[in-house]
């Protein structure tokens, strides 16, 4: 339930009225064919270093990378518990960081830090958060890979209005994953996120701590970014309106996304990690608004993947590389055993340029004992099947069929996003084939609530190196296609899918699903 300051919040209705306008409607633009780079209004479609987006360049002299220790972001402790509950608190608010040496930046944070407090949840026993915004403008908390039930979910428009607080309500019946949670204000998710209202949300169980595997201080969540700051130090962003309170969207240079000139992890720039020479693991997020990276280990071991999205693969999978997209989640282990006291191993991104192409660095600084092994078994896994399918869908993520003040907008179908047009009803208990195309540029594409399993992605007949296991989020490629298999369990209401990349999503790349 939602808590208002003075007693009603705004109206679903209401706030699809204010959404109108401040986009002052949306008309259908002339005929679009194809997948053209040039459209009528609000710039070409572009791409940079692999990521749908253009180069925002800093004002101010980045700094000199694998200076700075890497951050471990707090584990938030519960305020109470019961029987069953665990109960947090935590206030949207702003806050100031050093992630510049010598300068200030002003975040939006989650208790006032980027990233936000670790929250750390057992499955099958209920995690309460009581958020309340100290923000100047509406938020929206979305648990990304929660099985969470809709009126908790983080529905674009479900509001929480500065000067108030909502409970959200998680009951974590879902195996141990690395699960995140985020802003998710209609129109304004790309920005907010970017000001730092982004943080790890951590699920345990029995069979997982049964495994043997790195653990404690060698278990790391490591929150990758980037993004790009003005001259006074504050981050940078071509919001059309910085109030976040009038018009949405970003400048026309920058409709296909948001890519930075520096690279963040867990909020440090091209930070340093001494190791021991032993296995750790490593929750890796991508974070980013629009950047997509292919991470390896310069002069480092291979990544052993242990996990997705949503929890453990049946099996260990080897990488000499992971291309990771935007919301995308790889829980890998790393044994640095075989490197001597001094050895350094570099993080690099091969997908970037320059600066980018640098991520952070791990320094062996000692030996210790390490008895964590990696299991050639891992987890019980369903493996899905076509026949498993009642119906079949398909959804075209790509630039068209709407506008607003100028700007060709991002569609799924055609179509702009309204939270009142539902264009997929699943029944709860089945399972549907759904076929995702990407045109344009490239697109992350994420559904709320629904796992599901790759069956083909970009052009190949099977799901390829790395979408093993249950997922939340498919990468495609620039004209990419991904078949996937996805179950609709937990809970019966509305929910959305949308692209992540974020710009996207806030030029209308969404659509909402009610599961009956």
């Not at 994953?177 to 982004?198: E, I, N, S």
């Not at 020479?277 to 480092?300: K, M, P, Q, T």
């Not at 993520?397 to 539902?422: C, Y």
């Amino acid at each position: 339930m939602t808590d208002h300051p003075s007693g009603e919040g705004p109206t679903r209705r209401t706030v699809v009225r204010l959404g109108a306008l401040a986009l002052g409607g949306l008309v259908a633009p002339p005929a679009l064919t194809g997948c053209s780079s040039i459209f009528p209004s609000g710039g070409g479609n572009n791409s940079a270093e692999g990521s749908a987006g253009g180069l925002l360049e800093s004002e101010v002299e980045l700094p000199q990378p694998f200076r700075v220790p890497l951050p471990i972001p707090d584990v938030l402790a519960p305020v109470r518990t019961d029987g069953t509950t665990d109960y947090y608190e935590i206030t949207q608010r702003p806050g100031e960081a050093e992630i510049l040496p010598g300068r200030t930046t002003e975040v939006w944070g989650y208790e006032g830090t980027f990233p936000g407090p670790t929250v750390v949840s057992r499955r099958g026993r209920r995690s309460v958060v009581r958020h309340r915004n100290d923000l100047p403008v509406p938020t929206v908390v979305h648990l990304h890979g929660g099985v969470t039930a809709p009126e908790h979910d983080g529905f674009p428009t479900d509001l929480v209005l500065p000067g108030s607080d909502r409970e959200y309500v998680y009951e974590m019946d879902q195996p141990a994953a690395t699960l995140w949670y985020h802003d998710h204000r209609m129109d304004f998710t790309g920005p907010q996120v970017y000001r730092g209202l982004a943080g790890f949300h951590l699920v345990h169980d029995e069979h997982e701590e049964s495994l043997g595997l790195p653990s404690g201080d060698r278990d790391i969540p490591l929150l990758v970014c980037d993004r790009a700051f003005a001259s006074d130090g504050s981050f940078a962003y071509p919001s059309v309106d910085d109030s976040l309170t009038g018009m949405p969207g970003v400048t026309s240079d920058f409709m296909s996304g948001v890519l930075g000139d520096c690279i963040l992890v867990n909020g440090a720039p091209w930070p340093v990690l001494e190791v021991a020479a032993v296995r750790y693991r490593f929750r890796i997020l991508n974070a980013s608004n629009a950047r997509r990276y292919r991470l390896r280990l310069d002069g480092g071991p291979s990544f052993v993947q242990i996990g997705s999205d949503l929890g453990l693969l049946a099996a260990p999978v080897e990488h000499e590389e992971i291309d990771i997209a935007q919301a995308e989640r790889f829980d890998v282990v790393v044994d640095f055993s075989g490197h001597a006291v001094g050895d350094e191993i570099t993080l690099v991104n091969e997908r970037g340029r320059g600066r980018t192409a640098e991520v952070m660095r791990f320094v062996v600084a000692r030996e210790e004992q390490d008895d964590s092994v990696v299991p050639d078994r891992l987890a019980d896994l369903e493996t899905l099947t076509e026949a498993d399918a009642v119906a079949e869908r398909e959804f075209v993520l790509q630039r068209g069929g709407a506008e607003a003040h100028g700007m060709t907008l991002w569609t799924v179908n055609g179509e702009a996003f309204s939270p009142d047009t539902i264009v997929a009803q699943p029944r709860l208990g089945t399972v549907e084939k759904w076929t995702i195309r990407g045109l344009n540029v490239e697109h992350p594409f994420h559904i709320h609530l629904a796992p599901f399993q790759v069956l083909a992605a970009n052009g190949d007949d099977d799901p390829g190196p790395f979408n093993s296991g249950w997922k939340d989020t498919v990468n495609l490629d620039n004209g990419g296609r991904a078949e996937i298999l996805l179950r609709f369990d937990g809970y019966r209401g509305k929910y959305v899918f949308h692209c992540h990349n974020l710009e996207h999503e806030d030029m209308m790349m969404m659509a909402a699903f009610e599961v009956i």
